[in-house]
């Protein structure tokens, strides 16, 4: 058997309250390009650090050409050999290209100081073996991303790297620019240089790598060559599932059909764009329905629904509510309309750290809830009861910090947060993501309950099973355009899986 | 990533300690000073020396208000020593209409300096530090063209303003007062308050949940500039003269020292009323106290440095 | 820790043709533009007033400008660092008290003291905002108060103006060569030096690195603490030096000028085209936004009906300007 270039043996890595990493072992073969795939975490973050030294495992070994190492660093990590290329390039944005490409090697004259011309001349050469043609004396944020990717993809490789690690290489780059990529990354490959490729796109999997290890939940799901496996597994082994045995009811606290599926839309959004992630989106909720959005990460998901709450600047496209045009770009238009949207990210984008729970519930409806510019307390502590009561919110007091909560309590607290605000539409994005058990059948529960009462919800979703049980209809993206709708008796996660597999068709 | 999001907060002596400095510090130390002030200083507990102590501090106390505002929402403002010394040249300059002409005129003037600054950090996007920088050198420059000269003059509204006592409190103390309870009630009880702590706390949360952000930055830095131009009055009154090279000077530095020190944090998300009152007291018997004690000036500013620095190193021990 | 989704990332990157032909107005007018306005206002002042292009009149400024140009040259390094430095104003002061007294001791105490004092402080400074993350403003700020402190309590409180008592020391602010005073030829000195470490070296392309990302400039290699106390004691070093040029041409440590002297060099520095958020910027910008803030009060004087106090506003207003500028800039890069 030949020398590994890296091995991970039995890695775990735990945070507070998680365990990222539970005995997770990877191996990576010389001039092997070697796909590295899993849902929002399953671990392939954590990992990637614990290879790259910005992380160190609790348990396991690494293998460098099969001695064990340890890295301190990320730049001890550099040093061996491993080098990373993150999905926001992890460059100067303001410095020229040559100088970034260079910066720690510059060449320098007899006078001891930088010879520029050298160092143009030398950063010009090294670009045009990457098929790149450009003033290598520009910064570097005047020049498109797949050049900017193709500058940290030459600096990883000129520091004599044996590994390349490319996480979300391709997310920002057009069709030609990821040509050019393929065509570098099979060169690398002919020099024996290794490269461990995460990504989403599984045309792209399926065009350069060799080999696919999945992650689910912190551990291996699967480890084997890539041709050997059909798309619809890879899915299937992505999500969780497995295609043989589906079909199993009652583990989540849905009840199945909603009765009112029928009655004008509460909500619409029609051929919505924002290019690059979205193209010609269409979405309808009516009331007491629950739209499930499918697909995998960064097909598009999130940006539907923050362009349906007018957080995100679209390119074309209209929103509606009860027939009404929503103004563009304003969050604060789109709740006066009725469509609230309980953010992916908590933390950045959810709740007030600083504010007690009672502030944070009641932030988004303060206009409702004070009389010519002064607050009522009287009123506050009213809704503020009454949705802490309803939702089951565990705090000492609404007077606590927002920040001292579970995630799971957190989540329930930016949900009454909407419904404080008397919204009719909820635009839900990974409700469950990353609470516990206990907390998750809660929002699960709640979900249903409104839909009961008449609300329209869109869910987004990444667990299958909670899309399939908890969704009348689930519409699924693919690299920002809608691949299909699936009503009735079709949702189903064969089918969502199926959709999601189907060959891209090139567009035009 | 997501996996790190629920990561609970494990709390060590250390980390307990500074935040009780950063929660309670400030009480504790203006208590600490006056014990020492009482027991080892001559004449402190006389009526008159608390006057004068009072009298000194409340144009420190009502721009630090605003100053407090202001970083409340991840800003600051620079601008505001130059306000009161714009506001003291309007002052002179509308006298000959009679004193309430001159005092709105000045209060005018701040708003609008205020406006100027808030509609560059909300509407154009510049940093507060630049922004309020900017206005600092042209606004301490343009009061300057206004009245070039220390300008005295003799009118009997504002000589009652700056002088009269009420119920044995002088009046510009409880200005300072009443814009104490003010602000205190428009962070507590108001819907602007509270947008404005969520504004600072988390600003991509805020315009999530459709608050209006850009017009709650600039309304901060118009009551900013506000109060500095109220502070700017008030000093002018007192001295019963207008100089606009030296009116204010600092005075930005004493302001984010009293709101820093006060508790309130650089990051934004809170603003403590009290706590800012306080930390402007902590600095006046600070320097008080040296100066009764014969030590020099010079110590003041040394130690006023030494306190700032342990403020927010406490506040950040306390993130970390 | 943030999710990090395609659309942070998603920026479109084709560009129009005639792109390329805005993006480089931009970048003259980014890093140009003070040199630009310098030589219009030139020109202006030589046709207006008989008096202003006056080889006198253009040593005049060059000589008065010339304190404010060696502490704008460290200053620049600090906020291309994407730091700030609020402490050199009193630094200034400082060092031209501790100069003045020094001097009784002979010319090398008189540098040495300065020097060493200013540099040392600059050190502190740049040794906390490395270590513990603290704002380099708030940390600067405490650094001015304490050095203001420091210098009343050298001079008995500002009431004490020591005389400098040595020729060799007082020649080094006052000789002429080639008509022009010492300080200049020290200026030229510094900034053409300044220039070549920030252009030409390693440790100049780690300060731009750093300024630029300081996350990626760790990634890269780049001993981002070391680079950042040797910026805060350049800044330091460059501040004494000038209050001790300034006190060798006054032949006195004078305690009242230089407060907020600071403020001056920080809008020269942004006036002159580097960026307050780090990472772009160059002397030749800030040696340009030093003679400008130096020819609107020439001409302001010259004016006569004018107070001087209205080149104050004049450089509030154009460094106000000059940030919406760049914001404009700044956006319609993105939006490209």
Same mark, same amino acid.
């Given at each position: 058997m030949a020398t590994a270039v890296l091995e991970a043996r039995g890695i775990s890595k735990g945070f507070p309250g998680v365990l990222a990493l539970d005995d997770v072992s990877f191996r990576l073969d010389a001039g092997q390009v070697h796909a590295l795939v899993g849902e929002n975490g399953a671990g392939k973050s954590t990992l990637i650090k614990v290879l790259t030294g910005v992380y160190r495992p609790d348990r396991g070994t690494l293998l460098l050409r099969d001695e064990p190492v340890t890295f301190d660093n990320p730049l001890a990590a550099q040093r061996a050999g491993i080098s990373t290329i993150y999905q926001e390039v992890n460059l100067v944005p303001q410095m020229s290209l040559a100088h970034n490409l260079l910066l720690g090697r510059e060449p320098r004259s007899r006078l001891g100081v930088t010879d520029t011309t050298q160092l143009y001349a030398e950063a010009e050469r090294v670009m045009t073996r990457y098929g790149i043609r450009t003033d290598v004396r520009r910064p570097l944020r005047s020049l498109g991303m797949g050049t900017q990717q193709m500058v940290a993809l030459a600096r990883a490789v000129s520091i004599e790297a044996r590994l390349v690690v490319m996480d979300e290489p391709t997310s920002a780059l057009e069709p030609r620019e990821v040509d050019t990529l393929f065509g570098v990354i099979a060169d690398l490959r002919s020099e024996g240089i290794s490269v461990i490729y995460v990504s989403h796109r599984l045309d792209e999997l399926y065009r350069i790598c060799d080999r696919v290890t999945v992650l689910r939940d912190g551990r291996?799901? /699967?480890?084997?060559?890539?041709?050997?496996?059909?798309? *619809?597994?890879?899915?299937?082994?992505?999500?969780?599932?497995?295609?043989?045995?589906?079909?199993?009811?009652?583990?989540?606290?849905?009840?199945?059909? /909603?009765?009112?599926?029928?009655?004008?839309?509460? #909500?619409?959004?029609?051929?919505?764009?924002?290019?690059? #992630?979205?193209?010609?989106?269409?979405?309808?909720?009516?009331?007491?329905? #629950? *739209?499930?959005?499918?697909?995998?990460?960064?097909?598009?998901?999130?940006?539907?629904?923050?362009?349906?709450?007018?957080?995100?600047?679209?390119?074309?496209?209209?929103?509606? #509510?009860?027939?009404?045009?929503?103004?563009?770009?304003?969050?604060?238009?789109?709740?006066?309309?009725?469509?609230?949207?309980?953010?992916?990210?908590?933390?950045?984008?959810?709740? *007030?750290?600083?504010?007690?729970?009672?502030?944070?519930?009641?932030?988004?409806?303060?206009?409702?809830?004070?009389?010519?510019?002064v607050v009522s307390d009287a009123r506050i502590d009213r809704i503020v009861d009454s949705f802490m009561r309803r939702l089951r919110i565990k705090a000492a007091s609404p007077h606590q910090k927002v920040s001292e909560l579970s995630g799971g309590n957190q989540q329930k607290v930016l949900l009454a947060r909407s419904l404080a605000t008397g919204a009719k539409v909820l635009l839900l994005d990974e409700p469950t993501r990353g609470i516990d058990v206990g907390a998750k059948a809660e929002v699960q529960a709640l979900i249903d309950e409104l839909a009961a009462e008449g609300l329209g919800v869109l869910l987004i979703s990444s667990d299958l099973e909670e899309l399939v049980e908890g969704a009348d209809r689930v519409v699924v993206l693919r690299d920002g355009a809608v691949a299909g709708e699936l009503s009735g008796d079709q949702v189903t996660e064969e089918a969502i899986m199926a959709t999601i597999a189907a060959t891209g068709e090139t567009d035009g | 990533m997501a996996e790190l999001a629920a990561a609970p907060r494990v709390w060590g002596g250390r980390a307990r300690l500074l935040t009780w400095l950063q929660e309670y510090g400030v009480y504790a130390s203006v208590l600490a000073l006056l014990l020492f002030n009482v027991v080892f200083t001559p004449h402190f507990l006389e009526v008159a020396n608390f006057r004068t102590q009072l009298i000194q501090v409340a144009p420190v106390v009502i721009t630090s208000l605003g100053m407090a505002l202001v970083i409340g929402t991840e800003g600051i403002d620079l601008s505001v020593g130059a306000v009161m010394a714009l506001a003291s040249a309007m002052v002179v300059l509308y006298l000959g209409y009679g004193a309430p002409v001159a005092i709105v005129a000045a209060l005018i003037a701040g708003a609008a300096a205020g406006a100027a600054g808030g509609a560059l950090v909300a509407y154009v996007g510049v940093q507060p530090i630049v922004a309020t920088l900017a206005l600092l050198v042209g606004i301490r420059g343009m009061a300057n063209v206004l009245v070039p000269q220390l300008t005295e003059f003799r009118n009997p509204t504002l000589i009652t303003l700056g002088s009269r006592s009420v119920l044995g409190l002088p009046l510009v103390v409880i200005v300072a007062a009443v814009l104490t309870v003010l602000v205190a009630f428009l962070i507590k009880r108001t819907t602007f308050g509270r947008q404005l702590v969520a504004v600072g706390g988390n600003r991509a949360a805020s315009r999530l949940s459709g608050l209006p952000v850009r017009r709650v930055l600039i309304t901060v830095y118009i009551i900013s500039g506000l109060l500095a131009a109220v502070a700017g009055v008030l000093a002018t009154s007192r001295l019963q003269a207008s100089d606009p090279t030296s009116l204010g000077l600092l005075m930005e530095l004493s302001a984010i020292t009293a709101v820093v020190v006060g508790g309130t944090p650089l990051t934004g998300g809170r603003v403590r009323v009290l706590g800012t009152v306080m930390g402007a007291l902590l600095i006046q018997l600070l320097q008080a106290t040296l100066i009764k004690h014969n030590l020099p000036q010079s110590w003041t500013q040394m130690v006023q440095a030494v306190i700032i620095l342990a403020a927010v190193y406490a506040a950040r021990g306390r993130r970390a | 820790m943030t999710t990090t989704t395609d659309a942070d990332t998603g920026t479109d990157t084709r560009r129009a043709p005639g792109m390329l032909r805005r993006e480089r107005i931009g970048h003259l007018l980014q890093h140009h533009g003070a040199l630009m306005v310098l030589a219009v206002t030139v020109v202006v002042g030589a046709v207006a007033f008989d008096s202003f292009a006056t080889p006198q009149n253009a040593a005049n400024i060059v000589v008065s400008s010339s304190f404010l140009a060696i502490i704008a040259i460290g200053m620049t390094f600090v906020i291309i660092s994407g730091g700030i430095d609020l402490s050199v104003g009193s630094s200034f002061v400082l060092a031209g008290v501790l100069a003045a007294y020094g001097s009784r001791y002979g010319l090398l105490v008189a540098l040495l003291l300065p020097l060493t004092v200013c540099g040392a402080i600059g050190l502190v400074q740049g040794l906390i905002v490395a270590r513990t993350g603290m704002a380099p403003f708030i940390v600067t700020l405490a650094g001015l108060l304490g050095m203001r402190g420091l210098m009343l309590a050298v001079s008995d409180e500002g009431a004490n103006t020591y005389l400098v008592r040595n020729d060799a020391f007082s020649a080094l602010g006052q000789a002429s060569f080639l008509g022009l005073t010492v300080p200049v030829w020290i200026t030229l000195g510094l900034a053409l030096l300044g220039g070549v470490l920030l252009q030409r070296t390693g440790f100049g392309q780690n300060v731009y690195a750093i300024g630029g990302s300081e996350e990626a400039a760790v990634l890269m290699g780049v001993p981002v603490t070391r680079v950042k106390v040797l910026v805060y004691l350049i800044s330091g070093l460059l501040a004494g030096l000038a209050g001790a040029l300034n006190a060798a041409r006054l032949s006195s440590g004078v305690t009242i000028l230089g407060a907020g002297m600071e403020l001056d060099v920080i809008a020269a520095v942004v006036i002159g085209g580097t960026l307050l958020t780090g990472g772009s910027g160059g002397l030749t910008g800030t040696m340009a936004g030093v003679l400008l803030l130096g020819v609107i009060q020439s001409l302001i004087n010259q004016i006569g009906v004018l107070t001087s106090s209205f080149q104050q506003v004049v450089s509030g207003a154009f460094l106000a300007l000059v940030v919406v500028t760049q914001r404009i800039l700044h956006r319609a890069q993105r939006l490209s």
């Open positions: 291996v799901a /699967h480890d084997g060559p890539l041709d050997e496996l059909a798309r *619809v597994e890879l899915v299937a082994l992505m999500l969780g599932r497995d295609p043989a045995e589906i079909r199993r009811d009652g583990a989540t606290k849905f009840t199945g059909e /909603h009765t009112t599926t029928v009655g004008e839309p509460l #909500v619409q959004a029609r051929s919505v764009s924002c290019r690059p #992630v979205l193209r010609d989106v269409s979405v309808q909720v009516r009331p007491g329905e #629950v *739209v499930g959005l499918g697909g995998l990460l960064g097909a598009g998901r999130s940006e539907t629904a923050k362009a349906i709450a007018g957080a995100l600047p679209v390119d074309a496209g209209t929103v509606t #509510v009860a027939g009404q045009q929503v103004r563009r770009g304003s969050p604060a238009a789109a709740i006066r309309a009725g469509v609230s949207l309980v953010p992916e990210d908590r933390k950045a984008e959810g709740i *007030v750290p600083t504010l007690s729970v009672r502030d944070n519930i009641a932030l988004a409806a303060l206009p409702q809830l004070s009389r010519s510019g | - | -």
